[in-house]
């Protein structure tokens, strides 16, 4: 590390020793290049050197003085640092008593709370269970409607039905005015809460019910 003296802090800095390694490892390979040489070390000379520091100064401290403690004073000192102890014993116990008693009282509410929750969830999945069997027995008992299918105005539909013939009426629910047998061919004109709007073989149009066509 070089260093100015007279101006500290000033042209002077401070190098890792890991560069004199490097340097060394440098000059050494020069060395080997030469066959014959002589080594001469310089040793540095530095000038402006400081001069000894002066032998600090002892500061001088006042020893406070401890006043002196009575046979009685001492007494009365240590029973009221008993006493003090003491109710703090007994304050300690009754704080860890509320906080058992707090702590109990938690988790007898959560405990519970659960066994409520466990109780109604068991009934609702009881109940559940109950509606899914009434469910299934309905759906047993009666038979599922089909779904009705509509046959598209202008197409044409054939007469199937229980009955013998199937009136042909001026309006729904209105005066016959002919009569239809099963296997009748008749075209669809319009359709009105399961009624067809139809025209026979024969030219006549009249309303029947869309249950007797398929």
């Given at each position: 590390m070089k260093w100015n003296p007279d101006k500290p802090a000033t042209h002077q800095y401070a190098t890792h020793v890991q560069w004199a390694v490097s340097q060394t490892a440098q000059l050494a390979r020069i060395y080997r290049l030469l066959d014959n040489f002589i080594l001469v070390y310089d040793v540095p000379q530095f000038e402006a050197q400081p001069g000894a520091s002066a032998k600090p100064k002892l500061a001088k401290f006042?020893?406070?003085?401890?006043?002196?403690?009575?046979?009685?004073?001492?007494?009365?000192?240590?029973?009221?640092q008993q006493s003090d102890e003491k109710q703090k014993e007994v304050a300690d116990d009754k704080n860890a008593a509320k906080e058992n008693a707090s702590a109990n009282q938690a988790e007898y509410s959560t405990d519970n709370a659960k066994q409520q929750s466990d109780d109604k969830q068991q009934t609702d999945a009881e109940n559940d269970a109950s509606k899914e069997e009434t469910s299934d027995d309905t759906e047993k008992s009666v038979p599922a409607k089909e779904k009705e299918v509509i046959i598209p105005n202008g197409e044409y539909g054939v007469i199937e039905s229980e009955d013998i013939e199937v009136?042909?009426?001026?309006?729904?629910?209105?005066?016959?005015?002919?009569?239809?047998?099963?296997?009748?061919?008749?075209?669809?004109?319009?359709?009105?809460?399961?009624?067809?709007?139809?025209?026979t073989e024969d030219g006549e149009i009249g309303w029947i019910p869309s249950k007797a066509v398929h």
């Amino acid at each position: 590390m070089k260093w100015n003296p007279d101006k500290p802090a000033t042209h002077q800095y401070a190098t890792h020793v890991q560069w004199a390694v490097s340097q060394t490892a440098q000059l050494a390979r020069i060395y080997r290049l030469l066959d014959n040489f002589i080594l001469v070390y310089d040793v540095p000379q530095f000038e402006a050197q400081p001069g000894a520091s002066a032998k600090p100064k002892l500061a001088k401290f006042k020893v406070a003085e401890v006043p002196k403690t009575t046979k009685d004073d001492a007494g009365a000192s240590t029973a009221k640092q008993q006493s003090d102890e003491k109710q703090k014993e007994v304050a300690d116990d009754k704080n860890a008593a509320k906080e058992n008693a707090s702590a109990n009282q938690a988790e007898y509410s959560t405990d519970n709370a659960k066994q409520q929750s466990d109780d109604k969830q068991q009934t609702d999945a009881e109940n559940d269970a109950s509606k899914e069997e009434t469910s299934d027995d309905t759906e047993k008992s009666v038979p599922a409607k089909e779904k009705e299918v509509i046959i598209p105005n202008g197409e044409y539909g054939v007469i199937e039905s229980e009955d013998i013939e199937v009136s042909v009426l001026e309006q729904p629910e209105g005066k016959t005015i002919s009569s239809l047998t099963n296997g009748a061919k008749v075209k669809i004109l319009d359709y009105q809460n399961n009624w067809y709007k139809v025209e026979t073989e024969d030219g006549e149009i009249g309303w029947i019910p869309s249950k007797a066509v398929h």
